[in-house]
């Protein structure tokens, strides 16, 4: 095939086991990660913050001075937060947006001149089922995947003359490391949400310690590549997570948000 793919966040989880997939498919791999560590990978990996433009444009600059193209960008880098809203410290909110919506944007603009050039290339968001509805203690979280989600539909038309492609891909939950990274607020003993909070840190951990394969997310990736017309929004998870959004377009919303309450006990 002899493709370019650039994948953000590649050391562990949904990342590495694409870039890994996608290897055995044929293609070139770059993956990228805040602080590559000296493991064996079978692909490149290049250290990248997606929070640093002068780090992005140094790595796309490498890979161009390689392989002259990128054809495909995977924006999969990102970083969890919990917590009450009003106990959550802002500036850890701003950090998350930093990371999954503003570093997804910089990625695209890095290499949409590139793929420009090439008038060819494709660009896969990696978002999240939890970007399509406010789920208690996971507001903020929910909130940068739903904001890269409706970017990338204004995006993708504005890049669609120039044969660019960019869609999403959400992903419900999935057996990864990914609440090992990411923030948690404290539960503080004397807080009004102490008791929920905890118990709902406890569900969340157990979601993810009992999710699914990351290897459906690289096949459902793959699949993508190889179609020449990809849809706007693809969700990957059980089938009640992807039910869940079916759902929420078609109950009144206090019906839904019951719905949610009881399913997190609240």
């Not at 293609?27 to 079978?42: A, H, I, L, Q, W």
């Not at 910089?106 to 990696?126: H, T, Y």
């Not at 509805?133 to 903020?140: D, E, H, S």
């Not at 999935?174 to 909070?197: C, E, L, M, Q």
Request: proline share 4%.
């Amino acid at each position: 095939m002899n493709k370019v793919v650039l994948i953000t966040g590649a050391s562990s989880g949904i990342g590495k086991v694409t870039a890994e997939f996608l290897i055995q498919k044929g293609f070139k791999v770059y993956g990228t990660s805040r602080t590559p560590e000296k493991n064996d990978f079978s692909f490149d990996l290049i250290q990248l913050d997606v929070n640093s433009v002068e780090s992005i444009q140094k790595t796309i600059q490498l890979i161009l001075d390689k392989e002259g193209k990128i054809d495909i960008l995977i924006n999969n880098a990102g970083m969890g937060i919990t917590g009450p809203i009003e106990e959550t410290p802002t500036d850890k909110m701003r950090n998350v947006f930093e990371t999954n919506f503003f570093g997804a944007i910089e990625m695209m603009k890095a290499v949409l001149p590139q793929m420009r050039k090439q008038r060819a290339g494709l660009i896969i968001n990696v978002t999240s089922i939890a970007g399509y509805m406010g789920l208690p203690f996971r507001g903020i979280y929910c909130a940068t995947k739903g904001a890269l989600e409706i970017a990338t539909e204004a995006i993708r038309m504005e890049v669609k003359e120039f044969g660019i492609r960019i869609t999403n891909v959400a992903p419900g939950d999935f057996a990864t490391n990914i609440a090992a990274g990411r923030y948690h607020t404290p539960v503080f003993k004397d807080s009004a949400y102490a008791v929920i909070y905890q118990k709902n840190l406890d569900l969340m951990d157990a979601h993810v310690d009992n999710g699914r394969d990351p290897k459906e997310m690289a096949e459902q990736i793959y699949t993508i590549i190889q179609k020449s017309n990809p849809k706007i929004h693809y969700k990957v998870g059980s089938f009640m997570q992807k039910f869940s959004i079916v759902l929420k377009r078609i109950l009144p919303d206090n019906v839904y948000e019951k719905l949610i309450m009881k399913h997190y006990k609240l």
